[in-house]
């Protein structure tokens, strides 16, 4: 058994303020919008797998490299990300 956190989050400067809100965007344009996370069939892809699954969205996964785990919110990951 194991906890993992799962945090969504988007830069500062998106128009959105809930998840609902980002979800909704997500479906609007299904494949634009990243999702990253620890790598291929892990934790994070499994979770993204479920949004999918209970929202109607299709993310694009965007696997991270390094330790991106020890630091969530590390620059080098959202620099990642925003590609």
Request: aromatic share 8%; proline share 5%; net charge positive.
């Amino acid at each position: 058994m194991a906890l993992d956190e799962f945090i969504l989050w988007v830069p500062a400067d998106t128009p959105y303020k809930t998840a609902q809100e980002y979800i909704t965007a997500v479906k609007a344009e299904p494949g634009k919008f990243k999702m990253g996370g620890t790598g291929s069939k892990q934790e994070d892809q499994i979770i993204t797998v479920a949004i999918e699954k209970v929202t109607g969205a299709k993310f694009h996964l965007h696997p991270l490299q390094g330790r991106w785990l020890k630091s969530r919110c590390s620059s080098s990951a959202s620099t990642s990300i925003r590609r």
